[in-house]
């Protein structure tokens, strides 16, 4: 396994990998969610490229970029053991010179749900993720359906750019109880982690009454939000179902759409989503 912190050495070992080379972008402090999306990268492609950089154009001022958990040896080791080919790591100034000017806006799409809360939020994403399909040229890049908008918004991108790659969804991962994977899930207390199950149990709620013939997204909304306030710590910040193409709210529920939500505990934001 390589491992790569300049763009001058992954473009000298690019033109080495074999065909087609797998992408899988990541802010690092892996766990099984990101792992999987590792695993089906390294059993689609002879090569494989990870990157671990914690981007901080992501990062509204006053949310968590210097707290953001960070563990590069351990990465490193987990990387080795999936049998990645190469690991670019760079630092901020290799993806952000000081003279850097040039940012990706997707528009619409990025404006609703995670982008009207965290405004900016996927110019940075999107700037981020077109600088590394440069820098790397993967064929297919892999993403989560955790951040289901982000997939949505980076689809969106590589086809308006005319992007020569795949963009593949890997479904969530969550622990036993329910509960997404997250890197953000370390930063919850034990009572706080306890009662974040509420989030999972939620998404299933909306989809049993969904099949059980309930159409009235209001109805499903007010239903998903009083368990979620039976929780005593749970702040909910936004919950929506959206069309999962659009991303436009929806008064009458019809597939394919997006139940998404963003709840805080404490200091701990928490999203999660389910398409129905
Ligand atoms: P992050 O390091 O949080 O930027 O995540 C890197 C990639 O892993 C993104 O495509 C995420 O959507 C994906 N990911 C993170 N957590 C999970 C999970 N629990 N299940 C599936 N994919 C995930």
New binding site residues.
Partial sequence: MKIVATIAELRSLRPKLAGPVGF?????YL?E??L??VRQARAENPSLVVSIFVNPTQFGPHEDFKQYPRDPERDLALLEKEGADVVFIPSAEEIYPPDFNSWVEVGKLAERLEGAARPGHFRGVATVVARLFNIVQPDKA??????AQ?LIVIKKMAADLGMDLEVIA?????EPDGL????RNTYLNDEERKQAVVLYQALNLAQKLYAGGEKDAKAILRQMTALIQQQPLADIEYISIADAETLEELDTVRPPALVSMAVRFGKTRLIDNVVV
Avoid: N
Wanted: hydrophobic residues 35%; glycine residues 12%.
């Fill in positions: 899988v972008p990541t802010m690092g766990h969610g990101h999987v999306l892999y993403f989560g359906q955790k951040d982000q890997v479904p969530t991962v969550r997404a994977m997250s890197s």
